[in-house]
């Protein structure tokens, strides 16, 4: 069975960090490519950060300098490490791992950034 889960959400003030974690199972994490995405109340789900199976990484552009996405593959997780946030960047912050057509989901992880 395929399982994303997130984890690390929370409230943090602007300018604060967080780190977000995606537990894997259930399929072979390394082939993958594993991505964040986020949906904000009222707006569509957007990509975040990717990182392919390779290692190499894709950012969305108002993430750039201050979003990394890492990935274990020993441990079958990625993480998303948040710096310098602000308030528009808070909304629910979901885990994606995809290969050719197939796509997994997590249920997501709360990040609310407060000015």
């Known amino acids: 069975q395929v399982q994303l889960v997130e984890s690390g959400g929370g409230l943090v003030q602007a300018g604060g960090s967080l780190r977000l974690s995606c537990a894997a199972s259930?399929?072979?994490?390394?082939?993958?490519?594993m991505a964040w995405h986020r949906q904000a109340p009222g707006k569509q789900r957007e990509l975040v950060a990717e990182?392919?199976?390779?290692?190499?990484?894709h950012y969305a552009d108002s993430m750039k300098g201050r979003f990394t996405i890492s990935r274990d593959n020993a441990n079958n997780a990625v993480y998303l490490q948040m710096n310098t946030l602000k308030p528009e960047d808070t909304a629910v912050y979901y885990c994606?791992?995809?290969?050719?057509?197939?796509?997994?989901w997590g249920q997501g992880t709360q990040v609310t950034v407060s000015s």
């Open positions: 990182i392919i199976s390779s290692g190499s990484t």
């Open positions: 259930g399929f072979t994490f390394s082939i993958y490519d």
């Open positions: 994606r791992a995809r290969r050719g057509p197939v796509n997994y």
